[in-house]
């Protein structure tokens, strides 16, 4: 008697269960929208974040919040994203801030600065160091609200016809490069230019451009670089831990319910970590295949490093007089780098300069 009375309570709150749920879904509006990527179908790990992140909040709505994602030039020009969340083209983007300095310098603190975070350092920063707020104050002038979604690790120096043996070989050497990087290396007489991922190749072989850096081995493998320009130097000193964005427009942002703000967060912060792990596990392989396919792995002499170093703090002071937001950042970001590197060279650095130096080399001999 009491299990049957049991029994017929369990199917009594099972089926309260059944019909509560749909009555939840029910209650959310199905939404559409639209994003704009500043990256080229190709590279499976940037826009393909794109295409995890938009997956995973379908998911987690239960189809109910769907975007639509276009690769860089479909709808919007890859390095135009910032503009179209702006005005509302498209309610958001998946993009790099660094794309925008010419706006305003201190969007590079949301992508990478050179000689600055590393990918751990730069999550820290956003999501405990007081990041988040800081870039806020800037995207609001923009129409828009920004939310961690990728990082790509500590990048290669790029792709140089000729060798760098001295801080004098960089002068007058065009090369493809992003961010505030191409500023630092214009102090050496470097001739930067901004050109879409999509657009890059080409440049290299038609010889517009001497020299590209562009990721690392995975996604610079894809666009052939090395067919046309065999050096390869590391490390990429201007993205220790370049972070992707994805934007959304404030007025679209606050129409959206309280849940699906939730699942946009969440899906973004899985997108983050799996862009990052993508690359880590795709890198060396590709790395193998690039070497074997001709490209001659290079290190920056030390000279090199420490007069761009120079020059990025010698960049970092003039920026703070043109833009007050970069003043403003700079201040909390450069004390919270001095504590991180601190930390790091402690128990981070001392574990990774004795197991990648002792470890590897046994691994390796042992095939
Ligand atoms: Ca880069």
């Known amino acids: 008697m009491k299990r049957r009375l049991f029994l017929k309570n369990a199917a009594a709150g099972l089926a309260a269960g059944t019909v509560s749920a749909p009555a939840i879904a029910q209650s959310q509006p199905a939404i559409q929208w639209r994003m704009a990527s500043s990256f080229p179908k190709s590279l499976d790990t940037l ?42 083209t498209v309610e958001c983007g998946h993009t790099a801030a660094y794309y925008y300095i010419g706006k305003d310098p201190a969007f590079a603190f949301a992508t990478a600065l050179p000689f600055g975070l590393n990918a751990r350092q730069q999550n820290a920063w956003m999501y405990y160091g007081g990041g988040m707020q800081a870039m806020a104050d800037l995207f609001r002038e923009y129409n828009c609200i920004q939310f961690v979604a990728g990082n790509t690790g500590a990048q290669m120096g790029g792709w140089y016809r000729k060798e760098i043996k001295s801080v004098a070989d ?12 191409g500023q630092v290396l214009a102090k050496l007489g470097v001739v930067p230019q901004q050109i879409a991922g999509g657009e ?28 046309v320009a065999k050096y390869y130097y590391y490390p990429g000193w201007w993205e220790g831990g370049p972070q992707l964005s994805v934007i959304v427009n404030l007025k679209k942002w606050a129409e959206l319910p309280k849940s699906y703000q939730s699942a946009f967060e969440a899906a973004a912060a899985e997108s983050n970590v799996h862009m990052l792990a993508r690359y880590d596990a795709g890198n060396p392989a590709a790395l193998r295949r690039v070497v074997a396919g001709g490209a001659r792995l290079r290190a920056f002499p030390r000279p090199v490093l420490e007069a761009c170093l120079k020059a990025a703090n ?24 001095s504590d991180q590197f601190l930390w790091f060279r402690v128990a981070e650095a001392g574990y990774d300069n004795f197991v990648f130096a002792a470890a590897a080399p046994a691994a390796r001999t042992k095939k």
């Open 200 to 227: 890059i190749y080409q440049a290299l072989e038609r010889g517009t451009i001497d020299a590209v850096e562009w990721v690392g081995p995975y996604d610079d493998e894809k666009l052939g670089f090395h067919k």
């Open 170 to 181: 960089l002068k007058g050497l065009k090369m493809r490069i992003g961010g505030l990087g």
């Open 47 to 88: 826009y393909g974040t794109g295409e995890l992140f938009v997956r995973r909040l379908s998911e987690i709505t239960e189809g109910k919040f769907q975007i639509r994602l276009f690769a860089g030039g479909e709808i919007v020009p890859g390095l135009q994203v910032l503009d179209a969340v702006q005005n509302a």
């Open 314 to 337: 010698e960049l970092y002071g003039e920026l703070a007089q043109k833009s007050a937001h970069f003043k403003r950042i700079y201040e909390g970001w450069n004390r919270f780098r």
